[in-house]
């Protein structure tokens, strides 16, 4: 890796040594292979971490399968090279799903309309194609709801060319140990599991447990676990009843480090606007310096006069408002700044430290989208250290 020879210097730099240890930590937490095997969500580009480097590193890993949104994520991942199962956990929507047989593909089906398109399709080709029954348990997006189930088996005992070989759902709540609606949608998926077994229905794989789920050490009747953020080293924000936090969690290592340099710097005077609109004064005689990341780089504009950077191993005040290109920062409290030093967006120093979850909390986000909205025009950079 050599960042020097950027010609604007702004960059993340992604930790597979991490990601592994994630990996591993993941599996000891599902009790990978007895019970439970591993599916790595590696949807929207690996969640902004790029999904062909990170699918690669799993696959070495021998993770059991891979879990995306849309068949475009599984071909890109098929192109790389990928062998193992890749569930679509999103469907096809409208799409002829003629690329679930030609490139091995298991999407999920949430309707009778999609069932006799599936049904038709395997037809005309006249190959079987497995599918993934999702249930609606109460997330309210996807899914077939309980009252309507005994009509879809029902339905899909009717067609030929297809076989139901797992059956799952989506918890809503999974960090929140204070709510109920995790329990209510375990209740509501365990009987769903109850009408497949009245079908004579037994599938492969039962899957519930998300990255909250598995941190939280939820139980469910399952032998499949999907997770991505863990993978990645960061959950939501948890809740624990009082007195009940637990004194301490598994360790989990943010892989994805996201940084810039200093690129210009400048003196400037007291009351001196800063930015678009004026959006910032200075109150005293400030040293500020520009940085070459905005909103075009995932940046939030939500940070502008809020959030922080971190240089020379010190906090760096966001100022002015956050640019499609470019971003300021005070620095005037930090000795010895200089053109080409380094800024760390996200990640930490020796002694400083800024996570997705601190910055969503700032931004008024969640951290998945803090990490997704860094653009494609970022490049990655996948260190083994």
Known sequence: MNTDRLLRPTWVEISLARLRRNFQRVGELAGRRTPRRVMAVVKADAYGHGAVAIAKCLAACEV?????????????????????????????????????????????????????????????????????????????????????????????????????????????????????????????????????????????????????????????????????????????????????????????????????????????????????????????????????VGYADGLSHALSNRGRAIVRDGYARIVGNISMDLSLLDVTDIPGVNVGDEVILIGQSDHCSLTALEIAGEAGTVPYEVLCLIGKRVPRFYVDD
């Open 64 to 292: 059991d399968w891979f879990g995306v949104a849309t068949a475009e994520e599984a071909l890109e991942l098929r192109a790389a090279g990928i062998e193992q199962p890749i569930l679509l956990l999103g469907g096809l929507y409208m799409s002829d799903p003629v690329h679930v047989i030609e490139h091995r593909l298991t999407p999920s089906i949430s309707s009778t309309v999609r069932l006799d398109t599936y049904a038709e399709c395997a037809r005309r080709l006249g190959c079987p194609i497995e599918f993934h029954l999702k249930v609606d348990t109460g997330l309210g997006r996807l899914g077939v709801p309980l009252a309507q189930l005994a009509s879809f088996l029902e339905h899909y005992q009717e067609l030929q060319g297809l076989k139901l070989t797992g059956v799952f759902t989506h918890l809503a709540s999974a960090e929140d140990l204070v709510a109920s609606q995790t329990e209510e949608q375990a209740e509501c998926f365990a009987a769903a599991l109850q009408q497949l077994r009245a079908f004579h229905i037994e599938p492969e794989w039962i899957h519930v447990s998300n990255s909250g789920a598995l941190l939280t050490q939820r139980r469910f009747p399952e032998n499949l676990v999907r997770v991505g953020a863990l993978l990645y080293g960061f959950h939501g924000p948890l809740v624990f009843p009082p007195s009940q936090a637990p004194a301490r969690l598994p360790a989990f290592e943010p892989i994805l480090t996201f940084k810039s340099r200093v690129v210009y710097l400048k003196d400037v005077p007291r009351g001196t606007p800063l930015g678009y609109g004026a959006a910032f004064h200075t109150r005293r005689r400030s040293r500020i310096a520009t940085v070459p």
